[in-house]
């Protein structure tokens, strides 16, 4: 069996506490916990919890340390529960000493279930417990940092892509149409003749430079053949 206390539901010890400081009755069971409608079903876990650090004894009677901790300020607080806890999980922080106080999750499970043997799932419940009891005292939840000690980068900055520079259009080529007319007699080589009718398209996004060589190249080609 399970020495250290475990609950599928942390928080609801958590919550226990938090009521008890408002008000803390001279004896505190299941009844109690129901009372404040948590833990449904697994009120003996809340109260387990409670007894392992000695706020309550083994017939739920408050206890004088339990009262005179849980009756300070704010900030006063944190210290005197800190010194129960420490006393409850003496064996964790004779192995660890403060360093127990911010282990991370994973470590904490491998020493309950070394302890006490339980499963892994237990263990998990186990070390949310204690994490939940380290939070109370004033002790942040270790944060696992990623392997290659960089960070992940952010939705925005994946999904930003390098816009390109539109590409620059090239100056058409002129089109120069070159048509003869056709007659349904054909001539004799006597009388024949030839007209030529040039049509030129000039690009309208056309340079003074390209018109200039569209009509030299005319004039070197065909007039003056």
């Known amino acids: 069996m399970a020495s250290h206390p475990y609950i599928s539901g942390s928080g609801n010890i958590t919550q226990m506490i938090g009521f008890l400081r408002k008000n803390f009755p001279a004896t505190v069971t299941s009844e109690t916990v129901k009372k404040y409608q948590l833990a449904p079903n697994n009120e ?14 083994e017939e739920g009677k408050r206890t004088n340390a339990g009262h005179d901790v849980f009756v300070l300020p704010d900030g006063e607080f944190e210290e005197g529960f800190r010194r129960l806890v420490k006393d409850a999980y003496a064996d964790l922080f004779e192995l660890y000493a403060d360093e127990a106080w911010s282990l991370p999750k994973q470590k904490l499970v491998g020493y309950f279930r070394t302890s006490d ?5 237990i263990g998990a419940r186990q070390a949310s417990v204690f994490q939940a009891f380290a939070a109370l005292a004033g002790f942040e939840q270790a944060q696992v940092k990623p392997a290659n000690g960089t960070k992940a980068k952010s939705a925005s900055n994946a999904s930003k892509q390098v816009k390109s520079k539109p590409a620059k259009l090239k100056e058409p ?9 056709t007659s349904a007699h054909a001539p004799s080589k006597k009388d024949m003749a030839l007209t030529v009718r040039i049509e030129i398209n000039l690009p309208a996004e056309g340079s003074q430079e390209t018109y200039d060589n569209i009509f030299r190249s005319i004039r070197a080609n065909l007039l003056n053949e």
Do not use: E, G, W
Not at 117 to 121: G, I, R
Not at 174 to 181: E, G, I, K, L, R
């Open 117 to 121: 043997k339980t499963s892994d799932a």
């Open 44 to 57: 003996s876990y809340v109260i387990n919890a409670l007894q392992f650090i000695k706020v309550i004894d």
């Open 173 to 181: 080529a002129p089109q120069v149409v070159v048509t003869a007319p």
